[in-house]
Each structure stands twice: as C-alpha cells, then as structure tokens.
C-alpha cells in the first residue's frame, strides 16, 4: 500500500534542500515546504500514537492553526 505522507515528506525535503543549494531569493518557497514538511511530519506521529478520535482531531485542528499563525508571523517578518 502506497503511503503519500511518506512520498511528500521525502518530496518536500527534496525541495528544501535543492533550493538551499540553488538560490537563496527561494526563501519564501522554502518556508512554505518547511511547515508543509512540519506539518505532514506532526500528522503522521499523530496518526501513529494517538488512537482516540477525538483527542486525535483536536491536535490535527492546532496543528493546522498553529501552522497557518507561525507563517502569517514569519510572512509579515518578512515583508
């Protein structure tokens, strides 16, 4: 069974890498592929410890938060 959070992990890290050795005016990508690496990463630990639904919900709905607050700080750091 193909796992997809397995493929964009390594995907993602692919990218941030190739743009660190490439060109540093990437770095808007690269904090972009940085929380979406982040982000699936937590998920996946989440989807492998927690089994009760609804704690389990709770923790994806804050990392989703969190996520989209931490880049609207670093964006406006940015700009």
Do not use: A
């Amino acid at each position: 069974m193909f796992n997809t959070n397995w493929f964009l992990l390594r995907l993602v890290t692919f990218f941030i890498l190739g743009g660190v050795l490439l060109d540093l005016e990437m770095l808007i990508f690269l904090i972009g592929f940085l929380f979406l690496h982040v982000s699936l990463g937590l998920k996946t630990i989440l989807n492998d410890y927690i089994h009760i639904k609804k704690i389990k919900i709770i923790l994806l709905i804050l990392i989703r938060i969190s996520s989209i607050e931490i880049s609207r700080y670093i964006l406006e750091l940015l700009l």
